[in-house]
């Protein structure tokens, strides 16, 4: 199989990408600028657009010089732009995987190049930790065991089984697989609850809507939706109106973000509960970037301080919220 011509297709998207996001810019910044390379996963929802928005207002505030890319949720396109970023001899690098799997030999790179990789939001599955210094982000596997228990408090008198459909993250990513296993751990000891479908809506709203349409007309009784983000949550609410059903009763939804949008839908009723967490990782990482930069020690794992909403919980929280 020939390789190397699609590795230089992948190289040169990457470069566009990052001259677009950095303005043209290039090198490691003048007069030794602590300069920090991020690959992001893309804007596939409103949490993303949030985070992207912390770390580079964070960057800013902090005199970091970033040098961003939008890997457009594709794995090829951020390991171009982190090997971009080696040879630009930035001094941290940061992302946030795609997936969680096939990062190795990038970080080798990286770390044969003296530049510290921090992971944040996203972990990968790599078993050598010396590869990155720290993860910084949330627990997801919690995330999806407060569904569950959300899940086990609503329907726990009800009698008859539950149908559950769940709309599943992109697929092999941390969140995905983590939200999955930490719902499936609470709910499985309780028979009544069936998770008679599961599918990605690759974490965006529009695919939510297709997805949750098509689970519509397959399932003919649906108790509950799980959805692994808001973005696929507001989008199935969209599919369950046209059906002619109403969210939030007779189908139940619970969901995982936080995201104003889907809090204005949880003060309305449509939602039936929220679990949280947090984009606002800017501050956290700038802090994280100067640290390693400057050879010191750092935890290897930084979990963000998370919540739930219930619908009271919702509405004292949307007139102050960022995102």
């Not at 751990?185 to 529009?206: H, L, M, Y």
Request: net charge neutral; glycine share 10%.
């Amino acid at each position: 199989m020939a390789r190397k011509p699609w590795t230089a297709i992948v190289a040169g998207v990457a470069g566009l990408l990052l001259l677009s996001a950095c303005g043209g810019g290039g090198g490691t910044g003048g007069g030794g600028a602590l300069t920090l390379g991020f690959a992001q996963v893309g804007a596939e929802s409103g949490w993303r657009t949030a985070n992207t928005k912390s770390i580079q207002e964070s960057a800013k505030a902090a005199g970091i010089e970033l040098k961003f890319s939008d890997a457009q949720q594709k794995q090829e396109n951020q390991i171009a732009a982190i090997r971009s970023y080696i040879q630009q001899k930035v001094k941290v690098i940061a992302f946030s995987p795609v997936v969680e799997s096939g990062w190795d030999t990038v970080l080798k790179e990286a770390k044969t190049a003296n530049i510290p990789v921090i992971l944040t939001d996203r972990a990968v599955d790599s078993p050598d930790k010396s590869l990155y210094k720290t993860f910084l982000g949330s627990d997801f596997v919690a995330e999806g065991k407060k569904a569950g228990e959300w899940l086990a408090k609503e329907f726990g008198s009800a009698a008859g089984d539950v149908s559950i459909v769940e709309l599943q993250g992109t697929t092999g990513s941390a969140p995905a697989n983590d939200r999955k296993k930490g719902f499936a751990d609470v709910i499985a000891s309780n028979p009544k609850f069936k998770v008679v479908a599961s599918q990605t809506g690759e974490f965006t709203r529009a695919k939510g809507k297709e997805v949750m349409e098509a689970f519509l007309k397959s399932q003919p009784k649906i108790d509950v939706l799980y959805a692994h983000n808001d973005d696929m949550a507001l989008g199935a609410i969209e599919a369950i109106e046209a059906a002619g059903k109403v969210p939030g009763k007779d189908i139940k939804i619970v969901s995982v973000d936080g995201v104003r949008d889907a809090l204005q839908a949880l003060a309305d009723g449509k939602i039936n509960h929220v679990v949280e967490c947090n984009p606002l990782l800017g501050p956290q990482l700038m802090d994280l970037v100067k640290k390693v930069a400057a050879g010191e020690q750092v935890p290897p794992r930084i979990e963000t301080t998370e919540t739930e909403f219930d619908q009271a919980a919702a509405k004292a929280a949307l007139p102050q919220r960022q995102y």
